[in-house]
């Protein structure tokens, strides 16, 4: 169970939303990259990066605070990155700089042809993310509900040939007030790819209980806000997650 910490980033800076809304943003760094450096020395095996100004204007707008992290970290640790990536021209840019994953969200249920190109010409490089709220899917930074099927659409993007899938409660994002477990264990049963799973990750009782159903097809979980607050000690957790899936 990979446990991935996320630096969400907002106009340069590390921070953190509640439920997705810009307005309740809370900064935990003004240096991501001084960040991610200090996660990967307490032994994170892959980040999570998002570019939240990107992915609300539709195009990047972190690039120079990623690419910071990239040249920092990137040698060492698999990163991946979502928010504002729209064309094939920034996900090469992005993969050229040392990124190891590009993270597709609102343009994938957009614009399937779009991913489909990416994963032809990315193969291996490309993960959907579904932002959802009573199985049904969101778009455009959590601000717009559609009527697509979350298990629908991650069935569709597994025959694009999409490496993983980032499923998110968004109701519970930022909240710790637990992961959404049965929801996540319904996607991973309908896939043959992996499943990560995030939103709402709050303490060691959560860390378990994904553990307790990894054979599912739950391939890790994105650690925000309950790290940052100390609510979760990730070294911790990490280390019990490999002893409970060792």
Same mark, same amino acid.
């Given at each position: 169970?990979?446990?991935?910490?996320?630096?969400?980033?907002?106009?340069?800076?590390?921070?953190?939303?509640?439920?997705?809304?810009?307005? /309740?943003?809370?900064?935990?760094?003004?240096?991501?990259?001084?960040?991610?450096?200090?996660?990967?020395?307490?032994?994170?095996?892959?980040?999570?990066?998002?570019?939240?100004?990107?992915?609300?204007?539709?195009?990047?707008?972190?690039?120079?605070?990623?690419?910071?992290?990239?040249?920092?970290?990137?040698?060492?640790?698999?990163?991946?990155?979502? =928010?504002?990536?729209? *064309?094939?021209?920034?996900?090469?840019?992005? /993969?050229?700089?040392?990124?190891?994953?590009?993270?597709?969200?609102?343009?994938?249920?957009?614009?399937?042809?779009?991913?489909?190109?990416?994963?032809?010409? !990315?193969?291996?490089?490309?993960?959907?993310?579904? +932002?959802?709220?009573?199985?049904?899917?969101?778009?455009?930074?959590?601000?717009?509900?559609?009527?697509? *099927?979350?298990?629908?659409?991650?069935?569709?993007?597994?025959?694009?040939?999409?490496?993983?899938?980032?499923?998110? +409660?968004?109701?519970?994002?930022?909240?710790?007030? =637990?992961?959404?477990?049965?929801?996540?264990?319904?996607?991973?049963?309908?896939?043959?790819?992996?499943?990560?799973?995030?939103?709402?990750?709050?303490?060691?009782? *959560?860390?378990?209980?994904?553990?307790?159903?990894?054979?599912?097809?739950?391939?890790?979980?994105?650690?925000?806000?309950?790290?940052?607050?100390?609510?979760?000690? !990730?070294?911790?957790?990490?280390?019990?997650?490999?002893?409970?899936?060792?």
């Amino acid at each position: 169970m990979l446990l991935i910490p996320a630096i969400d980033l907002k106009d340069g800076h590390c921070v953190r939303l509640q439920q997705g809304d810009m307005e /309740l943003a809370t900064i935990f760094s003004e240096e991501p990259a001084v960040m991610a450096r200090s996660w990967v020395d307490k032994g994170a095996r892959r980040l999570h990066l998002v570019d939240l100004n990107g992915a609300f204007a539709g195009h990047p707008k972190n690039e120079a605070a990623i690419r910071k992290i990239l040249k920092l970290v990137g040698s060492e640790i698999d990163v991946q990155l979502g =928010g504002g990536i729209r *064309d094939l021209d920034t996900i090469e840019r992005y /993969l050229d700089a040392g990124l190891r994953y590009v993270i597709i969200g609102t343009a994938a249920v957009r614009n399937p042809g779009f991913l489909q190109d990416a994963c032809t010409a !990315f193969g291996g490089h490309i993960i959907v993310g579904l +932002d959802a709220k009573d199985g049904k899917v969101a778009t455009d930074g959590w601000s717009k509900l559609t009527r697509h *099927d979350v298990v629908d659409l991650g069935k569709k993007f597994e025959d694009f040939g999409v490496e993983s899938i980032i499923y998110t +409660d968004i109701g519970r994002d930022g909240m710790l007030t =637990g992961i959404n477990i049965d929801a996540t264990v319904r996607l991973a049963q309908a896939l043959t790819i992996p499943v990560i799973a995030s939103g709402g990750l709050s303490n060691m009782a *959560d860390i378990e209980a994904l553990c307790e159903v990894e054979g599912e097809g739950i391939e890790g979980v994105i650690c925000g806000r309950a790290i940052y607050s100390g609510n979760l000690d !990730f070294e911790a957790a990490q280390e019990l997650a490999d002893a409970l899936n060792g």
